[in-house]
């Protein structure tokens, strides 16, 4: 414990703890079921081979919400569903792991320093140990032990964010593109050929409808889906209830009547989709795998509550006949005799642009020449959307010159320069050096990221 810290009256102003610094590296991307287990009695599961206790479990998981109340504060119960907090602290695991092979430590200074430094133990300028202990016991629910440890495998993260980006670099002409980037305007004149424009144009027939769903069935192929009857369970004393009932081979019904549970169901859903009421399986699709129609599953926690699960039915993968899906059929070949459609006329006035301007080209097909507003890279543009294909396209045009044609979902454009503004060389050197930092940052957290997909692989 460390003592001297609960003992101090001023606060030195250092650095603010530097897991809150790296949070957008890895905090928030969870980690995969991969490595969990739920079975009663039995270790959480293993990572780089070796077993993890529940109890390591339960207090990395305590640590992820340490962080997440430093981040969000009050606002954590109105965000938490969407955090995937046992992600996180399987993640911060095998970080901790990985420190521990690289002998990274945290000294008790920096441990005080970090903690010294956290606004929420600030009292009139400086660290008061009164709110220290209140907080801990009345908003993290800790007690300074347990904090202090916390604080140290933070620190002892963050240097493992440093050794493993600290030699990333960015030169100056990938900071005067980046700048360019966020910074420049761009106008353009457009000839577009949209599917939708021609979508009154194809009328199928009967026979193309057959022959096309003939051609294509894969396309209509529906996935397996399941149907699982479920219990919700709050109480730790029912859950050992039901291990006692299903060790004497209670039914699922039994169980339901035995303990006054009302059973619900999910309906057909399809796996990896949100199953009605069950929208957590989604990320667990392996439980869906193990589910019988005659068994019921051991009680799986999520959270607070606990789940019975039991599969009432499957339907299996299947290509329905064609009656069934016909509309979707018709639908499918109008888009694609649209989408061709649009191909051919834009492929026209790509032909056109040979030999004629931008505006004659476009009358010769039907087709109509607009103009944008000015419009950044991270942008977007009305009518069209996202900016930065067509703002990547015209930086790299002359000033005449048209360019090559440009497929998106909805259709095909080809387009050519407008205007292009300038970037003003006095704010840009005012503001080179905090751009830059920025740009650094941004590099080396993609660089922990493909560092983490690494280890996370490896710790299978």
């Known amino acids: 414990m460390l003592k001297i810290l609960r003992h101090k009256k001023t606060a030195k102003k250092v650095w603010i703890f ?3 610094i790296i949070i957008p590296a890895f905090a928030l991307w969870g980690f995969g079921g991969a490595f969990r287990s739920r079975e009663e009695n039995m270790p959480a599961g293993k990572i780089f081979g070796r077993a993890i206790s529940k109890l390591e479990l339960k207090d990395s998981l305590s640590a992820a919400t340490t962080i997440a109340i430093l981040q969000y504060g009050d606002k954590l119960p109105e965000i938490q569903k969407y ?6 602290a399987w993640q911060r695991l095998i970080l901790l792991e990985e420190a ?3 002998a990274i430590k945290a000294s008790d200074a920096e441990v005080i320093q970090a903690i010294e430094a956290l606004p929420y133990f600030q009292y009139k300028g400086g660290f008061d140990n009164k709110t220290y202990q209140q907080n801990l016991q009345y908003i993290f629910r800790l007690n300074p032990r347990q904090f202090e440890e916390q604080m ?3 620190i002892i993260l963050s240097k493992l964010y440093k050794q493993v980006t600290d030699n990333t670099k960015i030169d100056e002409n990938a900071i005067g593109k980046e700048y360019e980037k966020l910074n420049q305007e761009i106008s353009i004149y457009y000839i577009s050929s949209l599917s939708a424009d021609f979508i009154k144009d194809i009328k199928p027939s009967a026979g193309e409808l057959n022959d096309y769903f003939s051609k294509n069935k894969d396309m209509f192929r529906e996935p397996a889906s399941f149907n699982i009857e479920y219990l919700v369970i709050n109480s730790v004393v029912q859950v050992k209830e039901i291990s006692e009932l299903l060790n004497k081979k209670f039914t699922f019904a039994k169980i339901a009547q035995e303990l006054k549970l009302q059973p619900k169901e999910t309906g057909l859903f399809i796996q990896n989709s949100p199953a009605p009421g069950l929208e957590w399986l989604a990320e667990n699709p392996e439980i869906i795998s193990k589910l019988k129609t005659v068994e019921c599953s051991p009680p799986v926690q999520v959270g607070d509550l606990y789940y019975l699960l039991k599969l009432k039915e499957t339907k299996e993968a299947h290509t329905p006949e064609f009656k069934a899906v016909e509309q979707k059929v018709r639908l499918a070949l109008i888009n694609t005799g649209a989408l061709k459609k649009a191909e ?3 492929n026209q006035c790509a032909k056109e642009l040979k030999s004629r301007k931008f505006k004659q080209a476009a009358k010769k097909c039907g087709l109509k020449v607009k103009e944008t507003a000015p419009f950044k ?4 543009i009305e009518g069209i959307g996202a900016a930065d294909i067509f703002w990547n396209t015209a930086k790299s045009l002359k000033d005449t010159e048209n360019s090559e044609i440009i497929r998106l979902p909805s259709g095909f454009y080809i387009i050519k320069v407008k205007a292009i503004s300038k970037i003003d060389p006095k704010k840009f050197e005012q503001e080179k050096a905090g751009f830059g930092n920025s740009l650094l940052e941004q590099k080396k957290q993609e ?3 493909e560092f983490l997909t690494g280890l996370n692989k490896k710790a299978q």
């Open 18 to 20: 530097l897991a809150l």
């Open 83 to 88: 955090l995937n907090l046992e992600g996180q």
């Open 100 to 102: 521990k092979r690289r």
């Open 152 to 154: 140290r495998q933070g």
């Open 344 to 346: 051919q006329k834009i």
């Open 377 to 380: 890279f991270a942008s977007n």
């Open 447 to 449: 660089k922990f990221r």
